[in-house]
């Protein structure tokens, strides 16, 4: 910039590519700095892969006392004689819209999920009129908390409350349910089967109890998941309200020794008609690590 003012009248285009350059460390300061959410996902991330223990293997025993539905779910996925899941880590791409009417938006995400002291941690990136866009959900003990930041600084979305936490207590256990089936042995899920194709659970965590229902095909694939326990919010995220939701599943295949679906979408069941809200692909999924 010296050089430019000291020659002004023939380098003065040059400031230009400067100020473009200036915007862009900017950018990436805010995104990425110590203030930023991928900062704040980050710290909570590393904070909780210092408590990973030692997993000792799935057994017959283990899966007995469930519904022969959820048996044939598990033993399909190939969970039998693998490590217990005390984390697990998940990459996926698609997109998202804030209501029935409003503009898809492309997402990248990744999260991690911990099942011995239950936390979830969910970041997404995308673009909003070419403006980027960044998420974070953040769910540890009895509390939950949704932020989105456009270009890095305007705050778009800024939730919490019970609603908030009781609502992602069922996104925690849709992820356990979708992305690792091993986890449904644990003793704070309740099962009672309904049919040969269903089961219901009640899981429980931080004082928040959720109800779901699980469907599964002939095949014993987990098909879908509907709960009456969470909460919609508004597309400025000022209020919720509690309205069905479910999250159907198709497309099976292998992530390392386990199978799973490889994607599926989000739907609100409204009073006027049910619409999807996001649809993902799971591209990666990895259990029990030990460091991002």
């Known amino acids: 910039m010296v050089v430019i003012v000291l020659f002004w009248t023939d380098a003065k285009f040059g400031a230009v590519a400067n100020l473009v350059v200036l915007i862009g460390v900017g950018f990436g300061f805010l995104a990425r700095g110590p203030l930023s959410l991928r900062a704040a996902y980050d710290r909570d991330v590393d904070r909780a892969l210092e408590r990973l223990a030692a997993a000792e293997p799935i057994t017959d025993a283990d899966l007995a006392p469930l519904p022969l539905q959820v048996q044939r779910y598990l033993r399909g996925a190939g969970v039998v004689g693998q ?108 099962w009672n089967a309904v049919d040969a194709h269903t089961a219901r659970a009640s899981f429980t965590n931080a004082g928040h109890t959720i109800q779901a229902e699980l469907s599964f095909n002939d095949a014993g694939e987990l098909t879908n998941f509907w709960s009456d326990d969470r909460y919609q ?60």
């Open 83 to 190: 490590p217990r899941v005390h984390n697990f880590h998940a990459r996926m791409h698609g997109r998202i819209r804030s209501g029935r009417d409003a503009r898809w938006i492309v997402l990248a995400a990744e999260q991690y999920n911990f099942i011995d002291e239950p936390a979830r941690f969910f970041y997404l990136t995308g673009s909003m009129f070419a403006v980027p866009v960044q998420g974070y959900h953040r769910y540890v003990g009895p509390s939950a908390t949704m932020k989105v930041h456009a270009a890095a600084l305007v705050r778009v979305v800024d939730v919490s409350g019970s609603e908030m936490s009781l609502g992602e207590t069922v996104t925690m256990f849709n992820d356990m349910c979708v992305m690792a089936p091993a986890t449904l042995v644990d003793p704070a899920i309740v």
């Open 233 to 292: 919010s508004s597309p400025d995220g000022k209020s919720v309200k509690k309205v069905r939701w479910s999250t159907p599943l198709g497309g099976y295949r292998s992530f390392g020794q386990v199978r799973l679906a490889s994607g599926g979408e989000a739907r609100w069941h409204e009073a006027g008609g049910d619409y999807v809200y996001i649809e993902l692909t799971f591209d990666d999924v990895r259990y029990n690590v030990r460091s991002r």
